[in-house]
C-alpha cells in the first residue's frame, strides 16, 4: 500500500505562481509513475503532468506545457508540481497520484492505483 498527502493549495491571482508538494510513504519501490491530476467542478478528472522513471520521464498535458513543471525528490518520496502563469481556468481540485502500470505516462487516471486526499487550486481574474 502506499498513501499519499498533498499541500500547497490556495488562492492566487492570475499570472501568480503555486508549487504543490505531494509526500508519499509505504510501499514505494513499487510505484512506477507519479503523477497530478486535477478535476473541477462538473468536469471528470485528467492528468496534468507525470513523472516516470523517477523523474527520467515527464509528460504534460497540453493546456500546462510551458507553465507546469513536475519534479521528484527521490531520496525524500516527494512530489511537487510548479505552476507559473496560473489561469482561472487551472482552478480545480489537485490530486497527487502513483501507479504500478507500465502503462500510466499519459495520465490516464484509471491507470493510477493510488490517490491523496486533494489540494485546491483557486485562481482568481
Known amino acids: 500500500q502506499v498513501q499519499l498527502v498533498e499541500s500547497g493549495g490556495g488562492s492566487v491571482q492570475a499570472g501568480g505562481s503555486l508549487r504543490l508538494s505531494c509526500a508519499a510513504s509505504g510501499y514505494t519501490y513499487s510505484i512506477y509513475c507519479m503523477g497530478w491530476f486535477r478535476q473541477a467542478p462538473g468536469k471528470e478528472r485528467e492528468g496534468v503532468a507525470t513523472s516516470t522513471g523517477g523523474g527520467a520521464i515527464t509528460y504534460y498535458t497540453d493546456s500546462v506545457k510551458d507553465r507546469f513543471t513536475i519534479s521528484q525528490d527521490n531520496a525524500k518520496n516527494m512530489l511537487y508540481l510548479q505552476m507559473n502563469s496560473l489561469k482561472p481556468e487551472d482552478t480545480a481540485m489537485y490530486y497527487c497520484?502513483?501507479?504500478?502500470?507500465?502503462?500510466?505516462?499519459?495520465?490516464?487516471?484509471?491507470?493510477?492505483?493510488?490517490w491523496g486526499q486533494g489540494t485546491q487550486v483557486t485562481v482568481s481574474s
Open positions: 497520484a502513483a501507479s504500478r502500470s507500465g502503462t500510466c505516462f499519459r495520465g490516464e487516471p484509471s491507470t493510477y492505483n493510488y
